[in-house]
């Protein structure tokens, strides 16, 4: 079986591949390593692998991991309930998955007087089982939120639906790019960020314009 390492080195490697791919700079995508339910030890090897951005899904789990490793750049990935923004505002780099403007507010009241960047989870294929706002709804929501003290919005995130073929993502991440590119000028400011792409998909995420990527299974191996 690979070690944490050696699947590290092989997703940098298959980024590098896609960007070079894709005519982008290798450092123009981060890869957010999804430690979700994974120990401290896991975060450890990969650490020391190369590895410098850590998504957790779980305040509680995050507080706890964040507790062990202060000095780790975490993002907050998963949907955030409002009593839990106290574990995450200003704890984190960035907030992947705000979807209504109650929760940004709460994030800014929490942010201890700093600013807590954001991104818009934006649910494009109207998928019940999973949260974010309609295409339509998010520019409403980008204007809110743009506006909301104490938070930053950096941009965009999505999750396809499941599915065996990755091309079968595309349009999708095609389509938050395009609806990026609308709300930025519409509210005028730029949003540099696309949240999108994960251990099945990411390569066609990054020839779609992925900053972010969200690799779990990949590097870690499947969760227990």
Known sequence: MSTIAE???QIRARVDAACARAGRAPGE???????????????REALAAGATDFGENYAQELAEKRRELPDVRWHYIGRLQRN??????GQ????????????AQELGKRAAGGTQPVLLSVNLAGETTKGGVTGEQALELARAVATTPGVRL???MT??????????????FTALGELRDRIAASIGAPLPVLSMGMSDDFEVAI??????VRIGTAIFGARA
């Open 7 to 9: 699947r590290w080195s």
């Open 29 to 43: 995508v981060t890869i957010i390593a999804v430690s979700k339910t994974h120990p401290v030890t896991a975060v």
């Open 84 to 89: 839990k923004a106290k574990l995450v505002a």
């Open 92 to 103: 984190v780099a960035l907030v992947h998955a705000v979807d209504t403007v109650e929760l």
């Open 154 to 156: 950096d941009g965009l």
């Open 159 to 172: 999750m396809p639906p499941p599915s065996d073929d990755p091309e079968t993502s595309r349009p999708v």
């Open 207 to 212: 020839a779609c314009g992925a900053t972010h």
